[in-house]
């Protein structure tokens, strides 16, 4: 049985399961770059396709790879938090579940053994991968992101939500993106061009 068929035959799943809902992730062994995100959004669950939104636009704008790069070169993987649109909350979407990344992650990672670069898309996946106190700021942890290398690599969510925070911290755009950026061509090398 593979990993993604576990998934769906987990207890923890059936209420997605008996919905029709597939889990949303993508893990190629492949792959030299892994992005943790919190959870898909519904029009992700909706559609199967990982990051299909404005914000996974954003994403691969700050990223500096194309739509073919980012889904067919086999070079990303994309594990969520969570692997299904957790539903509403006041704002925004309800929290990832507790419980799926621990359960979940490590044999999915343990699968991309030549990652060289975790991209943490998020407080979700930013307070568990980096063992951040519940105190910690997202602000504070972007800035100092060299300290996370070479393994991990913070980042705010791309979400059209964060466009106040992007306005207040023009610095993130300025500084990170361009590092983010170099990082990124660093692993993968000259972007393949299409004719």
Same mark, same amino acid.
């Given at each position: 049985?593979?990993?993604?068929?576990?998934? /769906?035959?987990?207890?923890?799943? /059936?209420?997605?399961?008996?919905?029709?809902?597939?889990?949303?992730?993508? &893990?190629? /062994?492949?792959?030299?770059?892994?992005?943790? !995100?919190?959870?898909? !959004?519904?029009?992700?669950?909706?559609?199967?396709?990982?990051?299909?939104?404005?914000?996974?636009?954003? @994403?691969?704008?700050?990223?500096?790879?194309?739509?073919?790069?980012?889904?067919?070169?086999?070079?990303?993987?994309?594990?969520?938090?969570?692997?299904?649109?957790?539903?509403?909350?006041?704002?925004?979407?309800?929290?990832?579940? $507790? !419980?799926?990344?621990? +359960?979940?992650?490590? &044999?999915?990672?343990?699968?991309? &053994?030549?990652?060289? @670069?975790?991209?943490?898309?998020?407080?979700?996946? =930013?307070?568990?991968? @980096?063992?951040? $106190?519940?105190?910690? +700021?997202?602000?504070?942890?972007?800035?100092?992101?060299?300290?996370?290398?070479?393994?991990?690599?913070?980042?705010?969510?791309?979400?059209?939500?964060?466009?106040?925070?992007?306005?207040?911290?023009?610095?993130?755009?300025?500084?990170?993106?361009? &590092? @983010? =950026? +170099?990082?990124?061509?660093?692993?993968?090398?000259?972007? /393949?061009?299409?004719?």
């Amino acid at each position: 049985m593979s990993i993604f068929d576990e998934i /769906k035959a987990d207890p923890m799943n /059936k209420a997605y399961t008996e919905k029709g809902w597939d889990p949303i992730f993508n &893990a190629p /062994k492949t792959a030299k770059i892994v992005i943790i !995100g919190q959870a898909p !959004g519904l029009k992700v669950q909706n559609s199967g396709i990982m990051w299909n939104d404005e914000s996974g636009d954003r @994403l691969r704008e700050w990223l500096g790879v194309s739509k073919e790069e980012f889904y067919d070169s086999g070079d990303i993987g994309v594990i969520p938090m969570d692997f299904y649109y957790p539903g509403k909350a006041k704002s925004g979407d309800m929290p990832p579940r $507790k !419980g799926i990344a621990e +359960k979940w992650h490590p &044999a999915l990672l343990k699968q991309m &053994a030549d990652r060289q @670069l975790t991209i943490l898309v998020g407080s979700y996946a =930013q307070h568990y991968y @980096l063992h951040l $106190k519940s105190s910690a +700021k997202i602000t504070d942890t972007i800035r100092n992101y060299e300290e996370y290398w070479p393994k991990y690599f913070p980042i705010v969510h791309p979400s059209p939500r964060n466009n106040i925070w992007l306005a207040r911290n023009p610095w993130y755009e300025k500084d990170v993106v361009p &590092a @983010l =950026q +170099k990082r990124v061509r660093d692993i993968l090398g000259p972007q /393949k061009t299409t004719d």
